[in-house]
């Protein structure tokens, strides 16, 4: 079974600054995906970036950006150069095999 | 607009009924997943189908079944509902049953009252 981690119920960032997002997971698989999505207060969710677990670099989309660190089990999302657009609930989550877990989530509030 | 659609938007029904809700995936998308986000649950992955095949089942529950049809579109039946259904129901589709390359749609909120 997989389990995700996020600690962090809710973080502030400065407009224009960079902010890290926590992920742990847990997995007894070899081969798994790790995902960050976005849901704004729209509600709708926003697919951000992947990274598979045999993937020897960190995955990149535009400002995000994930810290892959296998030995730890920790997929952090970076967010670099923030923008109010950013705000947003964003959850980390764990593919192995046919089954899908999903965190609890972040909230990230970005301020002028 | 990610081309996904869900229909309705919103539904408020009563305990114990049983209602449908409707996916269409994004033109030539072939795999369609459904979620369930709730304040109790939180989000939790249900179902994956591949072309008309189930290809994968998550945490979903024995009064609820999916299905999707030749034109690929899907649909979520939920019975016998109870408080707890009452939740944003998302669905999602990839092309060829990528998972990250989901496009989600606007979900459908359900209400039991």
């Known amino acids: 079974a997989q389990k995700i981690t996020q600690t962090q119920p809710g973080m502030f960032v400065q407009e224009k600054e960079a902010v890290t997002l926590d992920c742990t997971y847990d997995t007894s698989d070899q081969s798994y995906g790790l995902f960050w999505y976005k849901q704004p207060s729209s509600g709708e969710m926003i697919f951000l970036i992947y990274?598979?677990?045999?993937?020897?670099q960190n995955a990149t989309e535009g400002r995000y950006s994930l810290n892959f660190q296998k030995a730890r089990k920790s997929a952090n999302l970076v967010i670099s150069a923030s923008q109010l657009g950013d705000s947003a609930m964003y959850f980390c989550a764990i593919k192995g095999g046919n089954q899908f877990y999903f965190g609890t989530g972040t909230s990230l509030t970005v301020i002028p | 607009d990610s081309g996904v659609t869900q229909t309705p938007k919103h539904l408020i029904t009563a305990t114990g009924q049983r209602v449908t809700l409707r996916c269409s995936p994004r033109s030539g998308d072939l795999s369609v997943y459904w979620y369930q986000q709730s304040l109790d649950q939180g989000l939790q992955f249900l179902i994956q189908?591949?072309?008309?095949?189930?290809?994968a089942k998550g945490n979903i529950l024995e009064r609820f079944s999916a299905q999707q049809f030749p034109d690929l579109h899907s649909e979520l039946n939920l019975s016998s509902l109870e408080l707890g259904d009452s939740a944003l129901y998302f669905c999602?589709?990839?092309?060829?049953?990528?998972?990250?390359?989901?496009?989600f749609g606007p979900g459908t909120r359900l209400t039991v009252l």
């Open positions: 990274q598979g677990s045999y993937d020897e």
């Open positions: 999602a589709s990839s092309v060829a049953g990528i998972w990250n390359e989901q496009f």
């Open positions: 189908y591949y072309n008309g095949e189930e290809r």
